[in-house]
């Protein structure tokens, strides 16, 4: 049962300044709150429905009855548990290997969707714009699928941080190099842009090396990649030959 | 202005068994809307925001407002554009080049992102098993971004397809060869499956090359990649060097 009280802090988490003000944040679904509940996240408390309770955490979790489940969830198709965990302090940004750079993305499943590619690839550091949909968006951190455990991710200004790094910057432009036989580095700054308006001016003016996925369709058309998915294709070419 | 009759009618058109018996389809966003003018799909009605009607397109176009739009939109958040398109039957599947082959893709979004990768590489045909999610669904048209009009959708029953194709018949296994390390045709079916069960036993028996794509993360979990950027990473696989 879970009291009026609850859903109204559960529901207030759906937005980043309650989360910011709780230090809490959600999550949704089996897989990820398995995920969670074996890392450093501290649990607050576990909303399950009666069938989906966590050995060794009954005593954190209350039994919801789906009709209840619906009040609380953030997502369009309630999953059958839910949890509460505290906000984690980023380390400060690991600047090897390669790092992701992006540079105000604005869809949750996009995020999320980056980060568990991060994860696949072995990339440990996201780099944000303080534009960039938060991290600790529900849908994010569902999209993720437990992923968000095994990445350290940070929001700054990216201008200051590209302007200090001794990485070389690629960045994902319609006219530059095809990357296929472009000469591509163990460690490296790849920066992808936001999804209407693709990398912004400002910082394309501090990236040297511009890179492009060629297109094998029908080429009159200016059609663009979905930015998760040209991710993917980056993470991909930079990984295969190291 | 839209009647009470035209909300009803579009709302309809939300569901699958509507789009089949009206024959029409709904596209949204103004990318959506004039890929498909551009495009052989007929229009049967463009409802707009006064600051987006389309040239050319007036006489077909019903002015509506905001709070009118969202009344017809079958998205969260609602376009400034919604049309009214009547569904083509597919041609025959071509079986040449690439054929993208989906066993039960049941999310619109990466269903959508699918259509728009094979658009990106020159892929012209997807084949669909019968319990995969429906191209016409408002969601997959809007995550096509137009690319839907350039790619040939059948639905069929995916044994008796993959039993009676020559060409070589490859599929996304977690314990597959390397594709990084595997010689790829310019020929192939590529079969990838649903989003939390995979391929499904019956078609895994019918495909003599499993790859995989290599975990360059931490060994000891588990997870999975996203189908629609495992797609990705095949088609740039394939296309790469062909």
Redesign the interface.
């Known amino acids: 049962m879970v009291s009026k009280n609850q859903i109204k802090l559960i529901n207030s988490l759906h937005q980043k300044k309650y989360r910011i003000e709780y230090g809490l944040f959600l999550a949704e679904g089996v897989k990820v709150v398995q995920e969670l509940l074996q890392s450093n996240f501290k649990l607050k408390q576990l909303y399950c429905l009666e069938k989906e309770v966590f050995d060794g955490f009954e005593d954190k979790t209350i039994i919801v009855s789906e009709a209840e489940m619906k009040k609380i969830t953030a997502l369009?198709t309630p999953s059958t548990c839910l949890g509460i965990f505290e906000i984690i302090k980023p380390k400060a940004i690991q600047e090897k290997g390669i790092v992701i750079v992006l540079d105000d993305i604005r869809d949750p499943?996009n995020f999320g969707?980056i980060i568990?590619?991060?994860?696949?690839?072995?990339?440990e550091q996201i780099v944000c714009s303080n534009e960039t949909v938060d991290l600790y968006n529900p849908k994010v951190i569902q999209a993720t699928?437990?992923?968000v455990t095994?990445v350290n991710i940070n929001y700054c200004n990216l201008k200051d941080f590209i302007n200090q790094t001794k990485l070389p910057v690629f960045g994902t432009f319609m006219d530059g190099e095809n990357i296929?036989k472009s000469q591509l580095p163990k460690e490296a700054i790849l920066v992808f842009g936001n999804e209407a308006n693709g990398i912004s001016k400002e910082i394309e003016l501090l990236i040297k090396n511009k890179l492009s996925?060629p297109?094998?369709?029908?080429i009159q058309?200016t059609?663009s990649?979905?930015v998760?998915?040209?991710?993917?294709?980056f993470l991909?070419?930079f990984?295969?030959n190291n």
């Open positions: 369009n499943g969707t568990r590619l991060c994860d696949w690839f072995g990339v699928m437990g992923s095994r296929y996925i297109r094998f369709g029908n058309k059609e990649l979905n998760a998915t040209a991710t993917a294709i991909s070419e990984k295969r």
